[in-house]
């Protein structure tokens, strides 16, 4: 009898350590998981404002007369 109290202690301290470290791993994941999403949406405006840079450099361009985009598009 006092053997089994002593495998259940074993049992329960155990768990109660896979408790928490399960518990540790879970608040590194979350603090992992709003670092990537603050880096994702830094990303994101980034790519936007490279978007419009890049929009408005095609803007500056001359439009090319309608005979010649009609030749390249052939070629």
């Given amino acids: ?12 301290g155990k768990l109660a350590e896979l408790t928490h470290a399960l518990r540790r791993e879970n ?4 603090q992992r998981a709003t670092a990537l999403q ?6 994101k405006q980034r790519i936007g404002e490279a978007h ?10 001359p439009a090319l007369p ?5 030749d390249q598009e052939l070629t």
């Avoid at 009898?1 to 329960?12: R, T, V």
């Avoid at 608040?27 to 979350?30: D, G, P, T």
């Avoid at 603050?38 to 990303?43: G, K, P, R, V």
């Fill in 27 to 30: 608040a590194e994941l979350r």
């Fill in 66 to 70: 309608q005979e010649l985009s009609q």
């Fill in 38 to 43: 603050s880096e994702n949406e830094e990303l």
């Fill in 1 to 12: 009898m006092i053997s089994e109290f002593h495998q259940l202690s074993e049992k329960i």
């Fill in 52 to 61: 419009q840079r890049v929009a408005a450099l095609l803007e500056k361009f």
